[in-house]
């Protein structure tokens, strides 16, 4: 079946609000593995933020977790497909850092240190993903991003989950996978 950019974003909501899973890497996984989810695609630009978002909510993070994945969605939907090549920029860090604003409440007018912050990390992980270097590949970026916005989650929000030990289970259907070169391959 095929489904409109706003369709998948209702499934990935959806599920989302009916999580109780705690560990960003399993959720992740589980609504990866679902036909509205494209091994590459614009659907990251609102699924990693959003599993990112709902994870911090499960582990305590106080917020309205609908209505911030609804502000998420407004920014990501803007957000085009293929940012990596043509932008220079991931969608899945970019899904990351826009979770960041709003749950720090900042714009592009904020002077407090979490402009600054958001800023040091999103550049530390685009650094991370031009190291490995492309093609593109949305679940490599998705797994980046995730491990350091947890990374940034638990300096900045006090919540601890360590992503280690990641294996990527989709290599076999990425045409572009790069194998060995990829910190998630499974040989």
Known sequence: MEYTLEQKYELIKNKLLQSTEKNPLKLIKDIMHNDFINIHGPEHHF????????????????????????????????????????????????????????IDNTGPISADEHYSQHMEFTSSVI???????GPRCCKR???????????????????????????????????????????????
């Open 127 to 133: 650094k991370i993903m031009s190291e490995i270097g």
């Open 47 to 102: 699924l990693d933020g959003g599993v990112f978002i709902t994870a911090l909510h499960n582990n305590g993070l106080k917020m309205n977790l609908e209505e911030n994945l609804d502000k998420l969605a407004k920014r990501a939907i803007t957000m085009p497909g293929a940012m990596c090549g043509y932008w220079g920029m991931c969608g899945s860090v970019a899904s990351i850092a826009a979770v960041l604003a709003i």
């Open 141 to 187: 970026n998705t797994f980046i991003s995730l491990s350091e916005g947890m990374k940034y989650a638990k300096k900045y929000y006090g919540i601890s989950i360590e992503l280690s030990n990641i294996k990527c289970e989709f290599s076999s259907i990425n045409k572009q996978c790069i194998q060995k070169r990829c910190p998630f391959y499974q040989y």
